[in-house]
């Protein structure tokens, strides 16, 4: 009787999803930092250069991604700062040890540091107004490579922890992951490291 009871209890629990995800929150929660300057392709042979400051708690998220001009990241072009909700899903069925995340925007704000880079903001309506270096703005609507919040609240993407290291999914070349279809089956070659 009693080896019925637990064969039962095992496909109860199998049942209703009591596998454990690779990922939990709690493993997500504390502050992490890319471990050098990051070349980013552009799929045109240039790259972007940037260094991704994260900030998550069990349940949201804040990103500083401070991009730069040069490889060394020593001239700040501009910061871009995401905060909002995330919530982990299932595990992915593409990507190895990961889970599916959902990061939500919930504000996004962009600083200019260098003035050609104030007034590019300014000419193509990013933000709220003209632009001042080193002041943030709140950007909501169409802005670089950002979508308008209204139409692309939130990424879908994946996420594995390895020891110290936090790895995203590898970005497409249009940097559109606003549905669930387009969500990344590979992992981005840089992580972020816990502090």
């Given amino acids: 009787m009693r080896s019925l009871v637990l064969a039962l209890a095992t496909l109860f629990v199998a049942a209703c999803g009591g596998a454990k995800s ?3 929150p709690q493993d997500l929660a504390g502050t992490w ?8 392709p ?3 042979g240039t790259s972007n250069y940037l260094q991704r400051h994260f900030q998550l708690t069990e349940s949201a998220w804040t990103l500083h991604l401070d991009v730069f001009g040069d490889a060394g990241c020593q001239t700040k072009l ?4 995401v905060v909002g909700p995330y919530s982990l899903g299932q595990d992915s069925e593409k990507v190895s040890g990961a889970t599916e995340g959902n990061f939500a925007f919930g504000e996004r704000y962009l600083t200019a540091h260098v003035q050609p880079l104030a007034d590019v903001f300014t000419q193509t309506g990013c933000g709220t107004g003209a632009w001042t270096v080193g002041v943030e703005q709140p950007v909501p609507g169409a802005c670089l ?3 308008p919040l209204a139409s692309c609240g939130t990424d879908h993407d994946v996420v594995k922890v390895e020891g110290s ?3 995203f999914g590898e970005r497409p070349a249009d940097n559109d992951m606003c ?5 990344p089956q590979t992992l981005a070659s840089h992580p972020v490291v816990k502090h």
């Fill in 145 to 147: 490579s950002f979508k």
């Fill in 33 to 40: 930092d890319s471990a050098a300057c990051e070349a980013v």
């Fill in 165 to 167: 290291q936090l790895f």
């Fill in 22 to 24: 690779h990922v939990r």
């Fill in 78 to 81: 501009f910061t871009a700062r």
């Fill in 42 to 44: 552009n799929g045109d």
């Fill in 179 to 183: 549905a669930p279809a387009k969500r």
